[in-house]
């Protein structure tokens, strides 16, 4: 559905983003991981035909973004980080407009927007004006803008953002239920907001892909690395002595402040030399008569896993940012 | 022109859909009601054809400040609200966008003079004036807004922001006002193609004394269409870069 080589995009002589290829095939469901200023926004805006790439090429669904605009334009549905809502408008009038700029004539239009507000849950709400809705329901306008015209590409530019923990779920939901009609790409700074949604993560760094693929294949990676353990511990004999004692994968223990409550509980993170020991580990502090609480990264370090793969942005691509929303305003 | 007649649709009905259209052409009609009745009604002794360009020239000031007002939330209001990107991203060309902005704005300064028809009907109540001066002067406060609001709508697809496309607006009208004076001050072959650009002393006048000339009607179009032509260029070089 999408193939990008070597896009390249500045602004001036900043890069905004490349030397960047990837490829999305039809009906998956993909996420855009980077920090902000990463060039997350400006790669989706160049899909979504709203910039001119520097130099590199964007197919979408067989048609080149740069020589063909218009066919690409009425194959993408596009949600940027803002809803472009009309707040005057109400949910039906609005959809019915952005339905029939699409392409769609009024008939066709009256057809397709009752299905997009039922697929967007905004049938309740069809004939308020925009302006009187929450933040939630808004983003779900934005939603329903992009998909009332059957796009096959879906660009979502961050659309868990700003929302609280109930319409984050629904929000999953919703994308989870768009699944297999459209090919979505949709982008973020936060990995939980989007690990449970998409089929694959490519991670975007200072312009550039800095690593591709599921959130477990992502989260193994670390976890090679390390692994922070709950433990109860005899009085006579720590977790950290049996490690010592007993494995040589093990390079090095620090004890953390400990995840629970209770008597002889300590959380240690453990790094290891090579190869990953945790069966190892647990088998030796089991024989220890240790008891093992919990295993594995928190949610915390998952964050961390995004985190050590994205790295900070560099000034450059930060400039670059400053002039995205300069040129967007929000 | 399918996409043009829906940008145009959607913007009347943000002017009706919300207060800011009722309350602009409230005090529009106010300014012109109050001009027409100490100016035109209660000054002094003046013929009907006088009273009549005294409304004209009342409508006409309202119209051109009304076209810079209107025109700067056109473009650089839907960049400011972050809709612009909609139409960038729809398969719209830039000129069918100038075109829907265009008829909308053009609708409703024609709706508001519309509405003060009943200022040159009273005049019939102690005088007599043609009908056809009327029609004609109304003929050059509609041409005079189209001449406007294309020179405003240009301001509003170089600006990001609608104080900015107003104040840019207004430079424009401004130059395009006061060459007449500037004409005034210099010699032949130059101030003979400086009254020719005189957007109100020149070219309206006549429309205001119920005479229709050619040129002046070619004038208004040609600005008109200059100035569409340089805001589609301009939202091109904006919208794909």
């Known amino acids: ?105 009024r008939s066709q239009a009256e057809k397709q927007v009752p299905e997009a507000m039922a697929s967007t849950q905004l049938t309740e709400v069809a004939d308020d004006q925009i302006a009187s809705l929450s933040h939630g329901f808004k983003q779900r306008v934005g939603i329903a803008q992009a998909i009332v015209h059957r796009p096959r590409l879906l660009v979502l530019d961050e659309p868990i953002t700003g929302l609280d923990p109930v319409q984050i779920v629904e929000m999953r939901a919703l994308l989870l239920g768009l699944k297999g009609k459209h090919t979505i790409l949709l982008s973020s700074h936060i990995l939980s907001e989007i690990s449970e949604t998409c089929d694959r993560i490519l991670v975007i760094k200072n312009g550039e892909i800095a690593a591709s693929g599921t959130e477990a294949e992502l989260t193994a990676k670390l976890m090679r690395g390390h692994v922070e353990i709950t433990v109860r511990e005899h009085a006579d004999r720590g977790a950290a002595q049996v490690m010592a004692a007993t494995l040589h994968g093990v390079r090095e223990v620090e004890v953390l402040p400990p995840t629970e409550a209770g008597e002889g509980v300590t959380t240690l993170r453990v790094f290891f030399t090579e190869r990953d020991v945790r069966e190892e580990l647990c088998k030796a502090l089991v024989g220890a008569g240790i008891g093992i609480l919990q295993i594995g990264l928190r949610e915390r370090e998952l964050e961390s896993v995004f985190l050590n793969l994205a790295g900070p942005a560099k000034a450059t691509s930060e400039a670059a940012d400053e002039i995205e929303e300069e040129e967007e305003p929000a | 022109m399918r996409n043009a007649l829906l940008i145009a649709r959607r913007e009347i009905g943000s002017y009706l859909g919300s207060p800011v259209g009722y309350v602009v052409a409230a005090v529009a009609l106010l300014i012109q009601g109050l001009w027409f009745t100490f100016l035109g009604l209660t000054k002094g002794a003046l013929l009907s054809a006088q009273v009549l360009g005294v409304f004209f020239e009342g409508a006409s000031g309202t119209t051109i400040i009304l076209a810079a007002l209107l025109s700067m939330r056109l473009l650089a209001g839907e960049r400011e609200n972050g809709t612009m990107v909609l139409l960038n991203t729809a398969p719209v060309r830039e000129s069918e966008v100038v075109a829907g902005k265009f008829l909308a704005g053009l609708s409703f300064l024609t709706a508001v003079a519309a509405l003060t028809v009943y200022m040159p009907l009273l005049i019939f109540v102690n005088g007599k004036v043609s009908i056809g001066h009327i029609l004609v002067g109304y003929l050059g406060i509609v041409l005079l807004a189209a001449a406007s609001l294309a020179v405003g709508l240009f301001a509003s697809a170089l600006a990001s922001s609608q104080v900015v496309a107003v104040l840019i607006a207004g430079a424009l009208l401004g130059v395009l006002f006061l060459v007449f004076f500037v004409a005034q001050a210099t010699e032949p072959p130059i101030n003979t193609f400086l009254f020719g650009l005189s957007i109100f002393h020149v070219r309206q006048r006549g429309f205001m004394t119920g005479v229709l000339k050619l040129e002046n009607v070619v004038y208004y179009v040609g600005v008109a269409y200059f100035f569409l032509f340089a805001t589609t260029k301009t939202l091109e070089a904006r919208r794909w870069r």
């Open chain 1, 1 to 105: 559905m999408i193939e990008i080589n070597e896009l390249c995009k500045f602004y001036g002589d900043r890069k905004a983003v490349g030397p960047l290829s990837c490829s999305i095939a039809d009906g998956e469901i993909v996420g855009l991981l980077g920090l902000n200023g990463a060039g997350k926004t400006t790669t989706l805006r160049i899909l979504a035909c709203d910039l001119l790439p520097t130099s590199g090429t964007v197919i979408v669904d067989g048609i080149d973004v740069v020589e063909r605009p218009h066919e690409v334009r009425a194959r993408i549905g596009y949600l940027p980080d803002t809803p472009p809502l009309y707040p005057e408008m109400t949910v039906r009038g609005y959809l019915l407009f952005t339905a029939q700029l699409r392409g769609l004539s």
